[in-house]
């Protein structure tokens, strides 16, 4: 195949790729049009609505507000997952005693839905932020004990063979070898975390927190302000898709994992 | 003299797996080690390379570098071809882009100048031996240690392989340890060969080749493949069956 006809049918794999997206969400709004028209404001407002809410919250301070505040626990959460997660999972990867004790903690964890941990922090808390910044750290907590466990214990044994017979320095062992190795395990664990931490954080918000997205989303619900609800709702959208920036950032830092195509 | 192994012996747990190994090598010679399956012989190799400790006996190094063409090419799959090779000279004080480029010139030695922005899970078997191959020379070592490095590769790239690491050796006057499963290529590319028996491994058989290895033409190699299998102590380490010449013909 000629490097031109090898452009051409990537650019038209894309552009069918595209369509059918596009295609697929002009469905939805013209499912969700017709709807509107079956049913009252209150349960389904016309996208025509949500748009012109949307619009206005865009200009509103407390759109901003609310970002920030859901921010706030989102980063606040994942950072003490990340340190305590991390810390246990290096100790028990390091060391062979402490995973058998710590992995059965980690498996309960993982298996325990967060809205269960939500009802508990509104009794151990009360309604506040340490109730989202808690069940945002002790849901992804777990994934990134596991994710560093995993990376600590899978460097490849035949490579650290190749480091000691080319007499690399610890320096240039961490450099060629750990470091590389760490990311490339751990971040691919990191952006679904991430993902999910702000699922997780919003869950919160609507229930124990009186800041954030979520906050925003439940008053607007209490007030039957449907339309303020779906604006929200699409504003949400609109922020986890930044774990799509953080998946073509994976991209970029792992371009090896992405390589395609065996030559020779 | 570039290495020595003396009366090495090595266990595992109980079990004994080298017995008396005395093992001396020259400048610009390539040594060649055969023996059957799981008798040791990479066993050997990682004692040589410091992978490994040797129960009792000694390994008697000189610090002009040594060089591991595993079986297997272990690249770092998160770096490039160039990359790859350039990985020994981290130890050396020359600057990222010298390390570089010296790889960018091994790679276009190896044959491998249109891939070196490629990454190992892009490369065939063959292309990755090569970049195996680039990165032990790129630290030009004293001592080459090769593990079966061509055990999977068709005929026609492991020729070519053969060809550049006796014609480096020559140039530079490094010694290498070849593991082979292949009488053939131990007759082609070895100055002397060490047979092993079967476990526990002592070396049964000590040949010394009779030609220059710019003179083993394919008709010397087939002859001598066919002598070497009639020494007892090698059909006896391969479990051959008895052949003798006549006539110069083979018999079973």
Redesign the interface.
């Known amino acids: 195949m000629l490097p031109n006809q090898h452009g051409v049918f990537k650019a038209l794999a894309w552009l069918q790729s595209t369509l059918l997206g596009l295609g697929t969400l002009a469905l939805m709004l013209g499912l969700w049009q017709w709807g509107s028209q079956k049913y009252s404001p209150v349960i389904l407002p016309a996208p025509d609505r949500v748009a012109v809410v949307l619009r206005s919250l865009l200009l509103e301070r407390r759109l901003w507000d609310a970002i920030s505040a859901t921010t706030l626990h989102v980063l606040a959460g994942f950072i003490l997952a990340l340190a305590i997660g991390g810390l246990l999972g290096l100790v028990a990867g390091r060391q062979p005693w402490v995973r058998p004790a710590l992995t059965p903690i980690a498996i309960a964890l993982l298996g325990t839905p967060p809205i269960a941990w939500l009802v508990l922090t509104m009794v151990w808390f009360g309604l506040g932020n340490a109730n989202s910044i808690f069940t945002v750290a002790v849901t992804v907590g777990p994934m990134v004990f596991a994710g560093v466990v995993d990376a600590v214990t899978t460097v490849d044994p035949?490579?650290l063979?190749?480091s000691?017979?080319?007499?690399?320095?610890n320096k240039?062992r961490f450099e060629?070898?750990y470091w590389?190795?760490l990311v490339?395990r751990l971040l691919p664990v990191l952006v679904v975390g991430l993902g999910l931490a702000w699922r997780v954080s919003i869950m919160s918000e609507v229930l124990a927190t009186p800041t954030g997205i979520g906050a925003e989303l439940n008053t607007a619900r209490a007030n039957l302000d449907t339309a303020e609800v779906m604006a929200w709702i699409v504003i949400t959208i609109g922020l986890v898709l930044d774990s799509e920036i953080l998946r073509q950032l994976q991209r970029q830092v792992?371009?090896?994992q992405q390589?395609?195509?065996?030559?020779? | 003299m570039a290495h020595l192994l003396n009366n090495i012996h090595h266990y595992y747990g109980s079990r004994l797996i080298l017995e008396a190994i005395y093992l001396k090598a020259e400048p610009g010679e390539i040594v060649g080690l055969m023996g059957p399956s799981g008798c040791g012989k990479t066993t050997l190799l990682n004692i040589m390379?410091?992978?490994l400790l040797p129960t009792t006996g000694a390994v008697h190094t000189i610090p002009m570098g040594?060089?591991?063409v595993?079986q297997?090419p272990?690249l770092?799959?998160?770096?490039t071809v160039v990359e790859n090779i350039a990985?020994?000279l981290?130890?050396q004080d020359i600057s990222r882009q010298q390390r570089l480029q010296q790889a960018h010139q091994l790679a276009t030695t190896v044959g491998l100048a249109e891939?070196v922005s490629?990454?190992?899970?892009?490369?065939?078997g063959?292309?990755q031996q090569r970049v195996n191959l680039a990165?032990a020379f790129a630290?030009n070592p004293q001592l080459l240690l090769l593990d079966e490095p061509f055990s999977s590769l068709d005929m026609g790239t492991r020729q070519q392989l053969q060809q550049l690491v006796t014609t480096w050796i020559q140039q530079h006057q490094s010694t290498a340890i070849l593991v082979t499963h292949d009488l053939a290529e131990a007759v082609t590319m070895a100055d002397r060969l060490l047979v092993l028996s079967q476990s526990p491994a002592r070396i049964v058989c000590r040949w010394r080749n009779q030609r220059p290895v710019d003179q083993r033409d394919p008709a010397y190699i087939y002859q001598t493949l066919a002598e070497l299998q009639t020494l007892p102590d090698v059909a006896a380490s391969f479990n051959l069956k008895s052949v003798s010449l006549s006539n110069q013909s083979l018999k079973f």
Do not use: N
């Open positions: 035949s490579l063979d190749v000691q017979v080319y007499q690399l320095s240039s060629c070898l590389p190795h490339s792992l371009p090896w390589a395609a195509g065996k030559v020779g | 390379a410091g992978l040594l060089a591991y595993f297997e272990r770092f799959p998160w770096y990985l020994g981290k130890t891939a490629l990454y190992p899970s892009q490369l065939s063959g292309m990165r630290i």
